[in-house]
């Protein structure tokens, strides 16, 4: 009878260490990757950097989220959400200085090309697709005495407005993570944004931006 009993408890043992690595298997394959992002938007146009309130070299902030699934292991896709803030100058007609926001629904494929430093490094590049709207636009151009006054988009006669601000993007990075002991990794990517199709406001700046990308990913 004790035998019986030992047997069933090694067998319930040996069945809750093979789950536990499995549901461990399982957990390497998700990942919740935070990032927080500058991006640089050109400005179009002429330039006269000497007056008061140009943008010269604008870079805004940024915040996304990124559900990642390991469909191989070096290849990962995933999807989530991106909230970006803008601004730049645009001398095409007026002079006008411009504000905006941009949210995106995210779908990356993410590929580990090659470890160093004893694997705490991993190199890798993601390609995306980014489909989303701007809104919150804000343009303003400037009275006789040089000071900034927000325009009316829908009133005012501004180049090209439209009320159709949707748009799709595509995205290229390329970064490391690093491994931080006990913390985790965090990684660096450096990215660009080519803007497929064009809204009215890529009469007033480029249809490519670029910036950094700062990320935390959580794995479960």
């Known amino acids: 009878m004790k035998t019986t009993i030992i047997k ?8 809750a260490v093979i789950g536990a690595i499995h549901i461990s298997a399982q957990e390497k394959k998700h990942n919740l990757i935070f990032s927080g992002i500058l ?4 400005n179009v146009g002429k330039t006269t950097e000497y007056m008061k309130g140009f943008y010269s070299y604008p870079v805004d ?4 989220a990124i559900y990642m699934y390991s469909i191989l292991p070096q290849v990962k896709v995933g999807t989530g959400i991106n909230l970006q803030t803008g601004r730049n100058m645009s001398w095409e007609r007026d ?3 411009f504000h905006y926001k941009e949210v995106s629904i995210p779908l990356q494929a993410r590929v580990d090309l090659f470890r160093f430093f004893k694997k705490s490094m991993n190199w890798f590049f993601t390609i995306g697709y980014y489909p989303g709207k701007s809104f919150d636009i804000k ?8 000071d900034w006054n927000n325009r009316d988009l829908a009133t005012t006669d501004i180049e090209k407005y439209s009320t159709d601000n949707f748009f799709t993007d595509l995205y290229f990075d390329l970064g490391f993570t690093q491994e931080i002991g006990h913390w985790g990794e965090i990684s660096i990517s450096p990215f660009v944004d080519f803007r497929q199709n064009t809204t009215w406001m890529e009469y007033h700046k480029d249809k490519l931006h670029y910036g950094i990308k700062i990320s935390y990913p959580l794995k479960f």
């Open 8 to 15: 069933i408890r090694f067998l319930l043992l040996l069945f």
């Open 61 to 64: 902030p940024g915040i996304e």
């Open 139 to 146: 343009a303003e151009d400037t009275d006789s005495g040089g």
């Open 95 to 97: 002079l006008l200085r």
């Open 39 to 42: 991006a640089h938007y050109f």
